[in-house]
Each structure stands twice: as C-alpha cells, then as structure tokens.
C-alpha cells in the first residue's frame, strides 16, 4: 500500500512502488479526468498538480510521491480557479473532443495563478506549449486563458 493525499484527502493505493502516478491516480482512485495520451510525457493529457506545480503523471512513479499534495482536473474543478478556467473554455469554445483537455486546464490553473500581469497571447502560447491538442483548438485555448486571467483578476481587485 502507498499512501498520497490527493484532492486533499488522505488515500492509500494498492501498487507497486513502480506504478506511474496517472495509472494510480485512473485505476486505483477511479479519477479518469487525467487523460493517458502518450505513456512518455511528451503529450500534457496526463498533467496533474503536485505541490502545485504541473507534472506528467505517466512518467513519474507513484513512489516519488511520497506525501506531497496531488491535485487531479477533479480537485481543480472545486476551486474557483477551476470554475473561472472551465467557464472561459466554455465561452471560448476551447473544448473539441476533449481529451487534452483536463491536462491543458491544469497547466492554464498554473499560469493564471502565477501571472503577474496580463499574458499576451503569445505569451499564453508559450506558456502552455508542451501540450498536444489533436483537433488544433490552440488559438481558443489562449483565449480561454486570457478570460480566465481577467476574469481573476477583477476577482481580486
């Protein structure tokens, strides 16, 4: 048994120390908002938060975890950065298929939290590069980013 706290909650998993943190995350914990795409990193459909940074669930084992805080597209949707996230996706009609998705808000829950000012759109680009969207909605992506950072922003004022 392995022992993480996800979504706050503390759990414990039966797998082997081995075991990449998405299929833990997926098979254990029946969390399947995290996405396989890859299995090598290289896609963002697994990105999870831990320690609220984003990380390729596929390519790190459930072991390295140890007690840090993992925090799946679940979590992130009961937080009002998740809400403000999913509302802009919506307006912005950033969802196609969906699949990217769940790894394309984690990373946005990043950058919109740690923006100091207003991103530009290439600036959004850059920021969430590293992520594959097969059906190309990159443009609308930046824009729900972009909504999103304002929309917060007015929050705080």
């Known amino acids: 048994m392995i022992r993480l706290k996800v979504n706050g909650d503390a759990v414990s998993v039966d797998a082997t120390p081995q075991t990449p943190l998405l299929w833990a995350i997926r098979e254990k914990l029946n969390l399947t908002g995290t996405k396989f795409g890859c299995g090598i990193a290289q896609c963002g459909a697994c990105t999870v938060h831990v320690n609220g940074e984003p990380v390729r669930s596929c390519s790190v084992p459930v072991s390295a975890i140890g007690g840090q805080e993992v925090t799946t597209v679940e979590g992130l949707m009961k937080t ?44 959004i680009l850059e920021a969430m590069s590293g992520h594959i969207c097969r059906c190309g909605t990159y443009n609308q992506i930046a824009a729900a980013v972009a909504t999103a950072q304002k929309t917060l922003k007015g929050a705080k004022a």
């Open 80 to 123: 009002r950065t998740g809400q403000v996230l999913r509302d802009a996706w919506v307006a912005e009609q950033a969802p196609q298929c969906g699949y990217c998705q769940s790894g394309q808000l984690m990373t946005a829950a990043k950058v919109v939290s740690q923006a100091k000012k207003d991103l530009s759109r290439t600036e």
